[in-house]
């Protein structure tokens, strides 16, 4: 576990936990990664991480000069990474549809990230396999600030006077509801946006105050799936077979071949 603040004390105590980093680079090496987004890339810590292995571009963002300043520092080794010093609600809105071949991104706030998000999915279509890992302090940020609006962030989606909201005002039992309203607003997106999603892991971290879960986006066809640059178009029936072990058959296919 990492720890580490601002000189000035001024920013909030960011952790690193080993479980999450575990989670994350372990989805990383479903396939070969083509552009990867790290959209809170804060001091590089997870950066690095993903710099150190196999892929065609890195993008990282991050809008405090502070940390923009250490993240620079950190990934001056590193080739084919792009720094990008803005606010990631901006960027999402104005450069992402810029970006071509994503395969992996990385929502990684001190916060609820839902907004980044659903501007990712409005503004990038998923038209081949996408690995989306997530971070979630929403109780984290209840508990230390008791500010967090969980209609706004977790159930905007949902027509107005259509569901009871005063239990999602309360943070009693919240540890149950949450990975059902995230899940549920990544539902809706994929139903809003023509993409289908499978859920690879949704944990918690020690403390029980952070969520973490990954899934992937994939097209909402029924007849094939675009996984990889370097493939054909992958066979499949949704009756029969998993995406996660669609995705693996034609990895360990892959490997077998070189």
């Known amino acids: 576990m990492v720890e580490y603040t601002a000189q000035d004390g001024s920013k ?35 950066s690095e991480e993903y710099a150190k292995a196999e892929f065609e571009k ?11 300043n250490e993240l620079r520092r950190r990934m001056e080794p590193f080739s084919n990474c792009v720094l990008i010093h803005d606010d990631n609600l901006s960027w999402l809105k104005d450069e992402l549809p810029k970006v071509k071949d994503v395969t992996f991104v990385d929502f990684d706030p001190f916060g609820c990230p839902n907004e980044q998000i659903r501007l ?48 999602f005002k309360s943070k009693q039992e919240l540890n149950r509801l949450l990975p059902w309203l995230q899940r549920t607003f990544i539902n809706l997106l994929a139903a809003k946006h023509g993409f289908s999603t499978s859920f690879v892991y949704h944990a918690m971290n020690r403390e029980a105050n952070v969520t973490y879960y990954g899934f992937i986006a ?32 034609l990895i360990k296919q892959e490997r077998g071949s070189i």
């Not at 952790?15 to 590089?44: C, N, P, S």
């Not at 979630?136 to 609006?149: E, H, K, M, P, Y």
């Open 218 to 249: 994939y097209p909402d066809v029924k007849t094939g799936l675009w996984a990889t640059g370097k493939t054909s178009l992958i066979h499949y029936r949704k009756d029969e077979e998993s995406l996660v072990k669609t995705l693996m058959k």
């Open 12 to 46: 909030p105590r960011i952790r690193e936990h080993v479980e999450k980093v575990k989670l994350r680079l372990w989805t990383y090496r479903f396939w070969k990664q083509q552009t990867i987004l790290d959209l809170f890339a804060g001091m590089g810590y997870l």
């Open 58 to 68: 890195l993008i990282c963002v991050e809008k405090d000069e502070e940390y923009f």
């Open 120 to 167: 990712f999915f409005e503004n990038y279509p998923v038209d081949r396999a996408i690995m989306v890992n997530v971070t979630d302090g929403v109780i984290l940020n209840l508990r230390r600030l008791a500010s967090v609006n969980l209609e706004k962030y977790l159930l905007s989606l949902y027509p107005t006077g259509r569901l009871p909201r005063e239990e």
